[in-house]
């Protein structure tokens, strides 16, 4: 799997350490990262679909 390097503000990396951890419905940063990208693309495909943006093959 590649890696990849982003800057965060801190004060986001404070709210998504919340949420990672044994209390937290992550294990680690990295899962919680790649739910939210899952996540955003998700929404941008329907967003997109709504709008007639999708080729063949996307829906």
């Known amino acids: 799997?590649?890696?990849?390097?982003?800057?965060?503000p801190g004060e986001l990396?404070?709210?998504l350490d919340e949420h990672?951890?044994?209390d937290?419905?992550?294990v680690n940063r990295?899962?919680?990262i790649r739910a939210s990208i899952?996540?955003?693309l998700d929404?941008?495909?329907e967003i997109d679909a709504r709008h007639g943006?999708?080729?063949?093959?996307e829906e």
Do not use: Q
Request: charge should be negative; avoid cysteine; glycine fraction near 10%.
């Open 30 to 32: 990295s899962d919680a």
């Open 1 to 8: 799997m590649p890696k990849i390097s982003v800057e965060i």
């Open 24 to 26: 937290g419905k992550y």
């Open 20 to 22: 990672v951890g044994e």
């Open 13 to 15: 990396l404070a709210d």
């Open 43 to 45: 929404i941008l495909d």
């Open 38 to 40: 899952r996540k955003n």
């Open 53 to 57: 943006r999708l080729t063949d093959g």
